[in-house]
Structures are given as structure tokens and as C-alpha cells.
């Protein structure tokens, strides 16, 4: 009963420090709107499939490990291109047919997306110069 009294007084209290003349502490970035995760198959069909910009499509799961680094990596490198190339993330687990009809075998399996077809693919992690080059190449910048 005393912790839960703690807690309600430690959260009625006003915001102190650094974050609070900013309101919330953490705010939507435009690389958080460049990069979404993908819902169905009919999303993936009007994000990706129809999307008139480039879309990184990446295909990943919980449990892979190297998702979790490679995941972070390319959308940072995604968000400093400003909107000339979108990010679809696939769980594979909950979209096993994207997964079979993309042909995935393994994951992270990341494609590159350009009028709706695959133009170029990859499969395993990448460093931050290689992500660069391939983003560029599907920019074509």
C-alpha cells in the first residue's frame, strides 16, 4: 500500500528536468513516417506494391537477431533520405504468405521495390556503407 502511494505522488508530480519544457519526451520523426509495418496483404498491396515512391521492403521476425541490428540500422539510413524512399517492415511470422510469395528463406531478407516489382534483394546484414549504396542505387541518386 505505501509503494503504491509512493508511485501515485511520484507520478502527480510536475515534470522537471531537460524533457519537460519539450511536453513528451519522445515525438514522431519523419523517419517514423517513412518506414511502417505492414498490416495484410491488401496494405501491402496499396503501401508497396502501388506506392508511386521506391519502398525498402524489410522481411524479419522476433526472434532473429541480426533483424534487430539491421532493422535499426536501415531505417535510420532510410530517415536521412528524406522521403525519396519509403520502408515496409514485414514480420514473416505474421505474414507468412508475403514471406512465400516473395520467395524469403531466410531472414533479414531485405527487397527493393521500384513500380511494384523487385529490382534488387539482399539477405543477411549489411553495414551502414553497403545500406548506403543500396539505397542509392534504388533511388538512383
Request: proline share 5%; net charge neutral; glycine share 8%.
Amino acid at each position: 500500500m505505501a509503494q503504491r502511494l509512493a508511485l501515485q505522488r511520484l507520478l502527480s508530480l510536475p515534470a522537471r528536468g531537460p524533457l519537460a519544457s519539450h511536453g513528451r519526451a519522445f515525438g514522431t520523426s519523419a523517419g517514423r513516417r517513412s518506414t511502417f509495418n505492414v498490416q495484410d496483404g491488401s496494405d501491402f498491396q496499396d503501401r508497396v506494391v502501388n506506392s508511386p515512391k521506391p519502398v525498402v521492403v524489410d522481411f524479419h521476425a522476433q526472434w532473429c537477431g541480426p533483424c534487430k541490428i539491421l532493422g535499426p540500422r536501415l531505417e535510420k539510413l532510410v530517415a536521412k533520405q528524406e522521403g525519396k524512399v519509403l520502408m515496409a517492415k514485414v514480420d514473416i511470422d505474421d505474414h507468412t504468405d508475403l514471406a512465400i510469395e516473395y520467395e524469403v528463406s531466410a531472414v533479414p531478407t531485405v527487397l527493393a521495390m521500384k513500380n511494384g516489382d523487385v529490382v534488387d534483394k539482399f539477405v543477411g546484414i549489411k553495414d551502414e556503407d553497403q545500406l548506403e549504396a543500396f539505397l542509392k542505387k534504388l533511388i538512383g541518386a
